[in-house]
C-alpha cells in the first residue's frame, strides 16, 4: 500500500505498488478496490461485499472499452475482497475543471479561453461517445457524478464505480445518487443516465449546476445561457447538455421555462433584494419548536439549540435583518420565540450570548433581553468574533458598555501567542484588529494601533500568496478568500486600520487580497463562504479606495448571485454550506445574502456590532 485514495466504513481505495507478479509485473502502480463483509449496507440491503462482487463481474464485460479501467484481477485477504485495477493518471473531472476554467481566475478576467472552450467541446463529445458505449454494451451506470470521472492524461474521459451499475433495462432507476446529479423525477433508464451526464457537463460551465435539482430544471437553461454570452459555450455543447437535461422532461414540465428564465432575468437589483426578503419572511414560522427558518446543518448539532436561537445560524440573524423591513416580521412573536431559547445560549460572541443581546437591544426585544439577564456569563477562551473576547468586546462598545476587559484579555491572548481557529472574520485575529481600532478612535491612545497591526499580522502570517497573485488563507491543502473564513477578514481589517488612521498601512498585502475578491465565480452564494461576503468586501474597498475594475467586479457579481438562486412563487431562495440544502440563515443562506445586497444598494452597515 502506498496511500488511501477513499475511505469509508464499507472499505477504502487505495494506491499500490506490485510485489510479485500474480496480476501485473513487480513494481506496477495499481488501485486496490476493498470491499468488507456486512458493511456498508446500501438502501437495497446489500453489504460492500456483493456490491464488489458486482462491481468485478460489471468490469469484466466492459473491458473493451477505452473509458473503463483495466481490471487485473481479485483476491481475498482475511475476510476482506479487493479488486486489482488499472491506476487512472489523472484529475477527477471536477479538479481537470479547476486546472482549465477561466471563472475561477481573478481580475482582469479573459473569458473567452480558447484553449478551456476546446477542451470543453471535446470533453463533451468524448463523454456522451463514453456513455453511448458503455448502453451499448448493455449496462447502465446510475450512480454518474463528477466523482466518478477521471480524465486519463487530463483530456480522456474514464468511468468508475459500478457497484450500482445495472443491466440495461428501460424500468430501472438507480436508488443511489449525488446530490445534484440525480435524474429527474419519473426519468428512467437511458435517458436517467443521460440527464446525469448533462448535469456532469453543465458543472463544467459553472458550479451552480448542482442547484438545478429538485424542481429547479429552469436554471439549466439560464446557465446554458449565461455561458454563451459570458463565456462563449459553442452550440454543441449546449445543445448536448440542454437534450439530455430539458430535452428529456415531459412536455407540460418544460413549457414556461424560457418564460421563467426571462422573467426572472429582468428583475432589477432591487427586486432581487426585495423577493429574497419575501422569500424569508414566507419561511418564518413562530410555532417551530425546532429551527425558525431552514438553515444549516448545524442547527441540528449537539448544541443545535443555541444554533436556532443564535445570530450565525439562527433566528437572531434573521430577525436582525427583517427589521429594517418593520411591516413583514411581528416582532412581538420573534420576542417570545427568542426569549423561550436563550436559556439554552451556552457561548459568547457572535454565536451566543452577545450576537443575541446585539439583535435584542436594537429589535427593542424587551423579553428577550429579560432571559438573557438570567443566563450565566461564561468567560470566552479565544480571541474570536465568534465565540471569544473580540465578540464581547464589540457587542460592549456597541451598547455603550465597558470594552476594557474584553481589550485586557485580548492582549494577553496576543502577547501568548494565541491563534485562531482560522483566519477570516469569524474565526482569526481580524475582528480583534477592528475592536482594537474602534477603541482608539475613541480613546485616541496609540497602543491600541500597535495592538490591531498585530492582531492583522497574526492573520496576514497565516496566508500565502498564490499562483494567482492573490493573498489567501492557507489551509494546508486549500487557500481561502472568503469574508467569514479567509483573506478578506483581514482585509476588512486592514481597510478599516486605513481608515481611522489616513495611512496606507499593509497596502501590498491589500492589494493582494483585493484580486482574491475578484475570482469571477464562487461555489456559494453565502456571507461566509462565498459572493455575498466578496460584495460587502469590494463595496467597502471602493468607498475607501476607488477603483475602475474593482467597481466593475462589484458589478459582475451582484448579477452572478442570480446564477445561486432558485426560485417559486414565494420568493427567492438560496442553498447553503455545499449546496444541500435551503438556508434562510444571515451565515449561509439568504439573510446573508439580503444584508450583503442591503449593503450595497442602501449603502448601509450591515454587519453585527456596527463592524
Given at each position: 500500500m ?8 464499507a ?7 506490485a ?12 488501485v ?17 461485499l ?11 464485460s ?6 473503463i479501467?483495466?481490471?487485473?484481477g481479485?483476491?481475498t ?6 479488486l486489482?485495477?488499472?491506476?487512472i493518471?489523472?484529475?477527477?473531472l ?19 479561453d480558447?484553449?478551456y472552450l476546446?477542451?470543453?467541446v ?16 448493455g449496462?447502465?451506470?446510475g450512480?454518474?457524478?463528477?466523482k466518478?470521472v477521471i ?11 459500478f ?17 445534484g ?5 419519473g ?13 456532469l457537463?453543465l ?21 446554458l ?13 449546449s ?14 414540465e ?27 419572511h414566507?419561511l ?7 429551527p425558525l ?12 439549540v443555541e ?9 437572531a ?15 412581538r ?19 451566543g ?13 424587551t423579553q428577550t433581553?429579560?432571559?438573557l ?7 470566552p ?9 473580540a ?10 458598555g ?14 501568548e ?9 469569524l ?8 475592536f ?8 485616541e ?17 497565516r ?7 492573490t ?10 478568500p ?11 481589517a ?10 496606507h ?5 491589500l492589494a493582494?487580497?483585493?484580486a482574491?475578491?475578484t ?12 459572493l455575498a461576503?466578496f ?17 466593475e ?7 452572478s ?20 440544502r435551503l438556508s434562510?440563515?444571515y ?7 439580503f ?6 444598494l442602501?449603502?448601509s ?7
Amino acid at each position: 500500500m502506498l496511500s488511501a485514495l477513499h475511505f469509508s466504513n464499507a472499505g477504502g481505495v487505495y494506491l499500490a505498488e506490485a510485489l510479485t507478479n500474480d496480476f501485473v509485473p513487480i513494481g506496477t502502480i495499481v488501485v486496490l478496490k476493498e470491499a468488507r463483509p456486512y458493511a456498508g449496507l446500501d438502501a437495497n440491503g446489500a453489504d460492500a461485499l456483493t456490491r464488489l462482487a458486482h462491481e468485478e463481474k460489471v468490469l469484466k464485460s466492459l473491458q473493451e472499452l477505452n473509458c473503463i479501467p483495466r481490471l487485473y484481477g481479485s483476491f481475498t485477504a482475511w475476510e476482506h475482497r479487493y479488486l486489482v485495477m488499472e491506476y487512472i493518471k489523472g484529475h477527477d473531472l471536477t479538479r481537470e475543471w479547476m486546472t482549465r476554467t477561466p471563472i475561477l481566475r481573478p481580475a482582469p478576467w479573459s473569458l473567452n479561453d480558447s484553449s478551456y472552450l476546446q477542451w470543453l467541446v471535446s470533453t463533451v463529445s468524448l463523454l456522451d461517445e463514453a456513455l453511448e458505449s458503455v448502453h451499448k454494451a448493455g449496462w447502465l451506470l446510475g450512480d454518474i457524478h463528477p466523482k466518478n470521472v477521471i480524465m486519463r492524461d487530463g483530456t480522456q474521459p474514464c468511468f468508475i464505480d459500478f457497484e450500482f451499475a445495472h443491466r440495461m433495462d428501460p424500468s430501472w432507476r438507480c436508488t443511489q445518487g449525488a446530490p445534484g446529479y440525480e435524474p429527474a423525477a419519473g426519468l428512467r433508464g437511458s435517458t436517467a443516465d443521460k440527464w446525469s451526464l448533462g448535469m456532469l457537463g453543465l458543472n463544467l460551465i459553472y458550479p451552480q449546476a448542482a442547484i438545478a435539482d429538485q424542481g429547479n430544471v429552469w436554471k439549466v437553461e439560464q446557465l446554458l445561457r449565461h455561458g454563451s454570452c459570458e463565456l462563449g459555450i459553442s452550440k454543441s455543447v449546449s445543445n448536448s447538455i440542454r437534450s439530455q437535461t430539458i430535452g428529456a422532461l415531459p412536455a407540460k414540465e418544460k413549457r414556461n421555462i424560457n418564460e421563467r428564465v426571462d422573467k426572472f432575468n429582468s428583475l432589477t437589483d432591487s427586486q432581487f433584494r426585495d423577493e429574497i426578503l419575501r422569500g424569508v419572511h414566507g419561511l418564518i414560522d413562530w410555532n417551530s419548536i425546532g429551527p425558525l427558518v431552514p438553515g444549516d446543518i448545524a442547527v441540528f448539532a449537539s448544541d443545535g439549540v443555541e444554533n436556532q436561537a443564535g445570530y450565525p445560524y439562527g433566528a437572531a440573524g434573521v430577525i436582525d435583518q427583517l427589521r429594517f423591513a418593520s411591516k413583514m416580521i411581528d416582532m412581538r412573536a420573534a420576542d417570545l420565540w427568542l426569549a423561550k431559547r436563550v436559556g439554552s445560549v451556552q457561548s459568547r460572541g457572535f454565536k451566543g450570548r452577545d450576537g443575541i443581546e446585539y439583535v435584542a437591544r436594537h429589535a427593542n426585544l424587551t423579553q428577550t433581553q429579560d432571559a438573557l439577564n438570567e443566563v450565566s456569563n461564561p468567560i470566552p477562551t479565544n480571541p474570536t468574533l465568534w465565540s471569544g473576547w473580540a465578540g464581547v468586546g464589540l457587542c460592549a462598545l456597541d451598547s455603550g458598555g465597558d470594552p476594557l476587559e474584553a481589550a485586557h484579555h485580548l492582549r494577553l491572548l496576543l502577547d501568548e501567542e494565541v491563534q485562531g481557529e482560522s483566519v477570516g472574520l469569524l474565526n482569526g485575529w481580524c475582528a480583534a484588529a477592528i475592536f482594537f481600532t474602534k477603541l482608539y478612535e475613541i480613546t485616541e491612545d496609540g497602543k491600541y494601533i500597535s495592538l490591531a497591526i498585530r492582531a492583522i499580522n497574526n492573520d496576514i502570517s497565516r496566508c500565502t500568496m498564490t499562483k494567482n497573485g492573490t493573498l489567501e488563507y492557507d489551509e494546508g491543502w486549500r487557500t481561502l478568500p472568503y469574508l467569514g473564513i479567509g483573506s478578506l477578514g483581514p482585509g476588512l481589517a486592514i481597510l478599516e486600520l486605513q481608515r481611522v488612521t489616513d495611512t496606507h498601512e499593509f497596502a501590498d498585502s491589500l492589494a493582494a487580497i483585493d484580486a482574491a475578491a475578484t475570482y469571477y465565480q464562487c461555489a456559494h452564494a453565502s456571507f461566509a463562504y462565498g459572493l455575498a461576503g466578496f460584495l460587502i468586501y469590494l463595496h467597502r474597498r471602493v468607498q475607501r479606495l476607488p477603483s475602475t475594475i474593482l467597481d466593475e467586479t462589484l458589478s459582475s457579481h451582484l448579477r452572478s448571485l442570480r446564477l445561486h438562486a432558485v426560485v417559486d412563487k414565494s420568493g427567492v431562495f438560496f442553498r447553503g454550506n455545499q449546496n444541500l440544502r435551503l438556508s434562510a440563515d444571515y451565515l449561509t443562506g439568504a439573510s446573508g445574502v439580503f444584508a450583503a445586497l442591503r449593503e450595497v444598494l442602501d449603502e448601509s452597515r450591515t454587519l453585527p456590532f456596527g463592524l
